[in-house]
């Protein structure tokens, strides 16, 4: 038997995960990926919120949402424990805020909706808002806290699971069959070749947005802008999760001081910052959080969210020995431990779940 079982494409945040979860297992495992920061994870925020990412009929994918959360804890103590590392784990709950009147109603009508999934959401006035966070607008109107959500860091989270894998698992990229067909390869061995080598391999696709180029299946890039301002500790305690004159933005604080603002979202594939699009996350987020605009903008940020024409994940094998987790959209870190369980267990006992049926590959015809 060739001493690699598992080869896995992509080292975003799935696809270690799911090595990770390969290589206990006993398996042997190769990840081919840049080592890089190109993908998706680097801009996320990390917000572990059920809640907050429960859309009206998407009942399956809420349900993957809550099972994934509840791995969460387990998964970050046990990446903690292997590698020393820590990932920035909290489990302090989100604030969810509204600004005007009819900011306020669109929120309750999304409440309305999490409760009746059986989500934990506690609506709050806005003298309650202020005690939890004093630096909160007092033109705030109301809002919600959801106990049951959590945050992590997902550059942290990263830098354990290379440290986790170790450097030698971390191959080059694969190409697309194609010449040309995938702007994102680096160079190296085609994905037909790397399948032909040895039959009975498995190779796991998890490249997020470049998916689409190794597999066909219908993967988009969707743009996103991220901010990280930095400020004095202990300017947040909770994430905000708020809607400021109709825009959406999330706050999510670091114990650094760190706090990233987020995020915009276009149909689009090119990695331009543009004065607007800065300005619309700013003015949000200062709107809610005044102090805000006196942090450092250190750092902005253009990522690709691997989207599917129902935006939710594709999880599992498409044949000859090939499977793919991709297409997590806004939900990349929050699935993780559970993709990774997933496709770990189908990769060693060929077993497919029960909780993969919905989101199988041959959805899309």
């Known amino acids: 038997m060739s001493a690699t079982e598992v080869v896995v494409v992509g080292g975003g945040i799935i696809g270690l995960s799911i090595a990770w979860r390969c290589r206990q297992r006993g398996l042997a495992v190769t990840v081919h990926d840049g080592g890089g920061d190109d993908g998706a994870w680097y801009a996320a925020a990390g917000m572990l919120a059920p809640a907050g990412e429960a859309g009206f009929g ?21 990446l903690e424990r292997e590698t020393g590392i820590g990932v920035g784990y909290d489990s302090v709950g989100t604030l969810s805020v509204a600004l005007t009147g009819d900011d306020l109603a669109e929120a309750r009508r999304l409440w309305a909706y999490r409760r009746e999934l059986g989500l934990g959401v506690d609506p709050l006035l806005p003298s309650a808002l202020r005690e939890r966070e004093p630096g909160l607008s007092p033109r705030v109107r109301g809002g919600a806290h959801a106990p049951d959500d959590c945050q992590v860091d997902p550059r942290r989270v990263v830098a354990a ?31 037909a070749e790397l399948v032909a080598a040895r039959p009975g391999r498995a190779v796991v696709i998890a490249a997020g947005a470049g998916t689409a180029a190794l597999t066909g299946l219908p993967v988009r890039p969707v743009k996103g802008l991220v901010l990280r301002l930095r400020g004095a500790p202990g300017l947040l305690r909770h994430v905000v999760n708020g809607w400021a004159d109709g825009r959406h933005v999330y706050l999510v604080p670091r114990a650094d001081g760190e706090v990233v603002v987020g995020a915009t979202q276009e149909e689009r594939a090119d990695s331009t910052v543009s004065a607007g699009q800065v300005l619309e996350l700013l003015r949000a987020a200062t709107d809610l959080v005044p102090e805000l605009g006196e942090c450092e903008l250190v750092e902005t940020v253009v990522r690709h969210r ?9 999880l599992g094998a498409v044949g000859g020995g090939v499977l793919v987790a991709a297409g997590h959209h806004r939900n990349g870190v929050l699935l993780a431990p559970v993709t990774a369980d997933l496709i770990a267990e ?5 077993k497919s779940a029960p909780l993969l049926e919905a989101f199988a590959p041959g959805r899309f015809g």
């Open 58 to 78: 998407q009942e399956a994918l809420t349900g993957l949402l809550v099972d994934s959360a509840a791995r969460w804890p387990e998964f970050a103590a046990e």
């Open 161 to 191: 699971l290379r440290a986790a894998l170790g450097p030698a698992v971390l191959r080059g990229r694969i190409e697309a069959d194609s010449a040309g067909s995938d702007p994102s390869a680096g160079g190296g061995t085609r994905l």
């Open 306 to 314: 691997p989207a599917t024409p129902d935006n939710a994940p594709v």
């Open 346 to 350: 189908l990769v060693a006992t060929g």
